[in-house]
């Protein structure tokens, strides 16, 4: 046990250094991937059927695609046409990329639980889609979509894991480089697996507890007043 302390001491403040890149690069890429999703279910809802046609086709392909080939494509094919990335960049742009894919479904789930009556009545007050969007749907569908956000982000903070491949110096990278300086790779990648829990197991407990909540509210919800068809399914999230 002194042991583990030892190491500790010695491996803890290079960890702790990683592990605040680990949570920058998981702020960054999943903020970016919100306001991708965003950006996507408000062209899902265009008039046009191009518009529409090209986010079917971008969500189908990105979730396709493994983040691993669209980080190499991002930092190593890049160059070659005459654009450089540095590592994090490449990396949280390749997170935006990928999981704004998965949160365009997770947000289109949530918008179908607002009545179509809600749509119609702002529409009847003059209100454009946008509007309708940002005042009426998006509030409303934002309470069904808690828990699977979160279990988004918990989604982003794993993958960014795979950053460690391109060079990004994050949590599992800066495990591998004490791994190779201390030949101790059962002790270095438990402290590592720990550092990822303190991260993510915060997040796991608020989800439980937004799940709850929700499932509270919706039983003591007047039938006649809810306005939820059906929940929002995780399943966008699985792959």
């Known amino acids: 046990m002194n ?42 809802t265009s008039r046009s059927a191009r518009l529409r046609g090209f986010v079917g086709c971008y969500v189908w392909v990105l979730r396709a695609i493994p983040l691993l080939i669209v980080l190499y494509m991002l930092y190593f094919v890049l160059p070659g046409i005459g654009l450089t990335l540095s590592p994090f960049l490449a990396g949280t742009l390749g997170l935006v990329l990928v999981h704004g894919a998965y949160l365009a479904e997770v947000l289109r789930a949530g918008m179908q639980t607002v009545e179509q009556g809600q749509w119609e009545a702002a529409r009847a007050l003059g209100l454009s889609r946008l509007l309708c969007l940002r005042l009426v749907v998006i509030p409303q569908a934002v309470r069904q979509m808690s828990g699977p956000l979160i279990v988004a982000l918990i989604s982003v903070l794993k993958d960014s894991s795979v950053c460690a491949l391109i060079g990004v110096n994050e949590l599992t990278l800066t495990a591998r480089a004490i791994m190779s300086e201390s030949f101790m790779p059962l002790h270095v990648f438990l402290f590592a697996g720990l550092f990822y829990l303190a991260l993510g197991w ?38």
């Not at 499932?215 to 792959?239: D, I, K, Y």
């Open 3 to 44: 042991g583990l302390a030892l190491y500790l001491v010695d491996w803890g403040p290079r960890l702790f250094e990683a592990a605040s890149l680990t949570l920058l690069l998981t702020a960054a890429g999943f903020g970016g991937a919100f306001l991708l999703g965003l950006a996507l279910e408000a062209m899902r």
């Open 202 to 239: 915060p997040a796991s407990l608020l989800a439980r507890a937004v799940e709850r909540r929700m499932n509270s509210l919706q039983g003591r919800q007047p039938r006649h007043l809810s306005t939820s068809r059906r929940p929002v399914r995780l399943a966008p999230l699985a792959r």
